[in-house]
T-cell receptor, first 113, second 110 residues
Framework: DAGVTQSPTHLIKTRGQQVTLRCSPKSGHDTVSWYQQALGQGPQFIFQYYEEEERQRGNFPDRFSGHQFPNYSSELNVNALWLGDSALYLC????????????FGPGTRLLVL | TQLLEQSPQFLSIQEGENLTVYCNSSSVFSSLQWYRQEPGEGPVLLVTVVTGGEVKKLKRLTFQFGDARKDSSLHITAAQPGDTGLYLCAGRSYGQNFVFGPGTRLSVLP
């Protein structure tokens, strides 16, 4: 049983570019959350997707958007990248009825130059 | 805005020593979680506590949720090098998503 998988593992972009990160949830999970973890900090909640809709959103600008597909996989898109967007982006999946238990993927490390 | 503080920020100890790390907030949480994160990996859930005063044990790890549900502690007995990592606490209020603290980075030296 595969856990949460994310791709790519590492990515380098320049300011102003756009990026798409991908996440496949753990088998049987239908809820996907995205977090940003800056160096030396704890993860910060970006948003959560359930039934292909954004259910909750943290304090992130509209440059951050997402999508969930019918197979529950998800994408995180960031437009007009800033240097400050450099971070580890974590995806976590959970069963909707067991939202207390999140399983995290290994993350995508994004560097913006 | 909910804020979680964790202390100490860094901790370096010898194998076999005991340690306690703390997680504090001015907010009341309906549940609180502890995670361990190792370099290059995502956080791994260790425990969830939901009742004020609750104590949970996981082998050499003891977790306690404060009576007022605003704080928590993690005690490790006889630390081992495999306990090395970033320990994160995350609190959740009703209807909200989890808010993470900045973490305590633990290094256990052999």
């Amino acid at each position: 049983d595969a856990g949460v998988t994310q791709s790519p593992t590492h990515l380098i972009k320049t300011r102003g570019q756009q990026v798409t990160l991908r996440c496949s949830p753990k088998s049987g999970h239908d809820t996907v959350s995205w977090y940003q973890q800056a160096l030396g900090q704890g993860p910060q909640f970006i948003f959560q997707y359930y039934e292909e809709e954004e259910r909750q959103r943290g304090n992130f600008p509209d440059r951050f958007s997402g999508h969930q597909f019918p197979n529950y996989s998800s994408e995180l898109n960031v437009n007009a990248l800033w240097l400050g967007d450099s971070a580890l982006y974590l995806c976590a999946s959970s069963p909707n009825k067991g939202k207390e238990t999140q399983y995290f993927g290994p993350g995508t490390r994004l560097l913006v130059l | 805005t909910q804020l979680l503080e964790q202390s100490p920020q860094f901790l370096s100890i010898q194998e076999g020593e005991n340690l306690t790390v703390y997680c504090n907030s001015s907010s009341v949480f309906s549940s609180l979680q502890w995670y361990r994160q190792e370099p290059g990996e995502g956080p791994v859930l260790l425990v969830t506590v939901v009742t004020g005063g609750e104590v949970k044990k996981l082998k050499r790890l003891t977790f306690q949720f404060g009576d007022a549900r605003k704080d928590s502690s993690l005690h490790i007995t006889a630390a081992q090098p495999g306990d090395t990592g970033l320990y994160l606490c995350a609190g959740r209020s009703y209807g909200q998503n989890f808010v993470f603290g900045p973490g305590t980075r633990l290094s256990v030296l052999p």
